[in-house]
């Protein structure tokens, strides 16, 4: 009898943890499609080396679609709050539920052995600030035919960070 009792409420335990999903403080948010999930504002190793821009796709940001139909990046804004570096994403068809590297520099926009995407803006430097800003938040990803004008407008997503050690991931 106590074991069978043992058993209900292990089960009704299980039950109520499927429910239960624990929520970080600040997790990450979006009021549409795509939503920025992690951020590494300072790439592993040197940004610059014999005066010049090294290391450029070791900086980038992580976008989710977070529908269940593909999105095109092509002409969302990533804007960064202190600079104008704000180049609309280039056309990307992203599965969904899939996650993109956005990386800062150039490639080739493909997908990996894990699944993951990458895409390049294409910039010949590092765009993202290392140093944590009086700016919240220090991104916000904007929709299509919005302006790179450090408001809100537009803004379906943001992420922000502190001083970004070297070569680490943030949560956004
Ligand atoms: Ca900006
Ligand atoms: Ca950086």
Redesign the pocket.
């Known amino acids: 009898m106590a074991r069978k009792r043992l058993r209900s409420a292990l089960i009704a335990a299980a039950a109520l943890a499927t429910l239960v999903v624990p929520v970080p403080a600040q997790a990450a948010s979006t009021t549409g499609a795509l939503m920025i999930t992690h951020v590494r504002p300072n790439a592993a190793g040197a940004d610059i080396k014999n005066n010049k821009q090294v290391n450029l796709n070791g900086e980038y940001f992580i976008l989710k679609n977070v529908t269940k139909k593909t999105v095109d990046l092509g002409g969302y804004v990533p ?3 202190t ?4 180049r609309a994403l280039p056309a990307y068809r992203l599965p969904a539920g899939a996650k993109v590297y956005v990386h800062t520099g150039s490639g080739t926009h493909h997908r990996d052995a894990k699944g993951n995407h990458h895409v390049y803006r294409g910039y010949g430097r590092h765009v993202l600030p290392n140093d944590g800003t009086k700016k919240n938040p220090d991104i916000r990803l904007k929709k299509p035919g919005s302006r ?1 004008d ?1 408001t809100a407008t537009g803004a379906i997503s943001s992420c922000n960070w502190g001083k970004a050690a070297d070569g680490r991931t943030y949560a956004c």
């Open positions: 804007d960064i709050t600079n104008t570096y704000g790179d450090n």
